[in-house]
């Protein structure tokens, strides 16, 4: 009896994880039927790919010079990316953007948010500069993870970058600590360090085959903030205050 459940344990375990990937991918594939259906639906009329019973209306409103560059935050403010102020910006709306865009611009083995990425900063970076760690990526919740190539061929988005994230820091870095020089933020010398640390830990885990180096305690964070919510920022933000 004992050898029967053992081998009928074995063939489960070797079954669930089969039954988790075929689910994963029949996900995918209707993600995919739906994804052609849309664009099918799209390109009907009169082959214009962008043109549907509103479409023609919010072109124009695109189109509107006064327009160009604005986005909405998921709380609807209106966020001027020609010139950031404090007033658009929100810790709430960093939060929820940060928690769904990927690190690496998504090329991991799993789904690795940048908000879990902040939160490993923010327990590695030294007493009184947490909060830099907490913060040190927040203006990727208004322009994305920009790739280290991508800003290698156009070094002017690290310049647009840093100076976004100072009107970020200047409005939520209570206790002054990162460098904000001339209106530009500035990496500390720890920042730089743990993010580096980060950087190469991260890589091991979440993309081997492109190298990285093994670090264990990288590795535990990882796995405790992997999963981590717009809500664990927030109170992990208000712990450092």
Known sequence: MDNRRSKEDGQRDRTEPQLRYQNVVSAQQQAQQTCKAT???????????????????????????????????????????????????????????????????????????????????????????KMEGLLHDAAEAYIGDITTPVKELFPEVCTYEDTLLAVILEEYDINNEANIVNGSYKKSPAMLTVDRRLGNGEHYVLRPECGGTHDSRVAELMETYRHATPEDFLRRYEELL
């Open 39 to 129: 664009l099918h639906r799209l390109v009907r009329t009169e082959g214009n790919p962008v043109r549907g019973r509103s479409g023609t209306r919010r072109l124009a409103e695109r189109s509107n010079k006064e327009e160009a560059g604005v986005m909405r935050s998921i709380s609807n403010k209106r966020v001027d990316l020609k010139n950031v102020t404090k007033d658009m910006v929100n810790i709430g709306d960093i939060a929820h953007a940060l928690a769904y865009i990927n690190r690496f611009n998504g090329h991991t083995q799993y789904p690795y948010s940048v908000l879990a990425h902040s939160m490993c900063a923010s327990v590695l970076m030294p007493e009184g500069k």
